[in-house]
């Protein structure tokens, strides 16, 4: 487990770069996909949603694009980027519906669960 005031590390092992704003994304809602022991579904991949994907997740029984404003959630669209599960995106890579990938915002620990060198078939 990292200092929690270590600087949080993406899967490139440079310092994390936010991943979106606006929509404001994250597990903590600072618009970087850091973790910590909370996090149970490791949000740690920065990807850039499809509608694809989008329809994919929610088959999954995960509607990421239904708005719900009891949590501050917008519902998202194709183009925003989104802190996803780790474990979401490797089922959507597996099966062909994988949207693209911001490494410089993809946490380090992704790199448990997918290979860098396949966050960087789907690199932004």
């Not at 200092?3 to 597990?27: D, K, M, Y």
Request: aromatic fraction near 10%; charge should be negative; glycine fraction near 8%.
């Amino acid at each position: 487990m990292a200092h929690p005031f270590a600087i949080a590390r993406n899967v490139l092992g440079q310092p994390l770069v936010a991943c979106s704003f606006e929509p404001l994304t994250g597990f903590y809602r600072d618009g970087c996909c850091k973790t910590g022991p909370d996090d149970v579904g490791s949000h740690l991949v920065c990807a850039i949603m499809t509608d694809e994907f989008l329809e994919f997740s929610k088959e999954r029984g995960n509607d990421l694009s239904t708005p719900m404003p009891q949590w501050r959630f917008p519902g998202l669209v194709a183009g925003d980027q989104w802190c996803l599960c780790v474990d979401r995106w490797k089922e959507a890579f597996y099966a062909g519906s994988a949207p693209k990938v911001k490494l410089e915002s993809t946490h380090i620990n992704a790199l448990e669960v997918v290979e860098l060198d396949v966050l960087k078939m789907y690199a932004a």
